[in-house]
Nanobody, 118 residues
Framework: QVQLVESGGGLVQAGGSLRLSCVAS????????VGWFRQAPGKEREFVGA????????LTTHSVKGRFTISRENAKDTVYLQMNNLKPDDTAVYYC???????????WGQGTQVTVSS
């Protein structure tokens, strides 16, 4: 079992950058594929991207490709979501989640709010 805590959210102007962190406060994160998701008000939760256990493979959804980068430092039990050139449409609560390899994100953090002003 792993417990996840996100941080790094905030208010930023369009075109700005933020880096979100997802830390395992309990458990070992290197046993898990970690994904980032977001949910805007009135919208369904959306997959943003994911990183493999080793960090060698990453995937991002089309809407953020070229702007968002996912990385991890297993020695620190931390996964990052670097967000550049932010747009108002990126405004959402961002969550990280862990998949231990069974095809489902079983463990979730509490989320961190990202607000992008125009």
């Amino acid at each position: 079992q792993v417990q996840l805590v996100e941080s790094g959210g905030g208010l930023v102007q369009a075109g700005g950058s933020l880096r979100l962190s997802c830390v395992a406060s309990a458990g070992t994160l290197d046993l898990y594929t970690v994904g980032w998701f977001r949910q805007a008000p009135g919208k369904e939760r959306e997959f943003v991207g994911a990183v493999s256990r080793s960090g060698d493979n990453t995937l991002t959804t089309h809407s953020v490709k070229g702007r968002f980068t996912i990385s991890r430092e297993n020695a620190k039990d931390t996964v990052y979501l670097q967000m550049n050139n932010l747009k108002p449409d990126d405004t959402a609560v961002y969550y990280c989640a862990a998949d231990r390899g069974e095809g489902a994100y079983e463990y979730w953090g509490q989320g961190t709010q990202v607000t992008v002003s125009s």
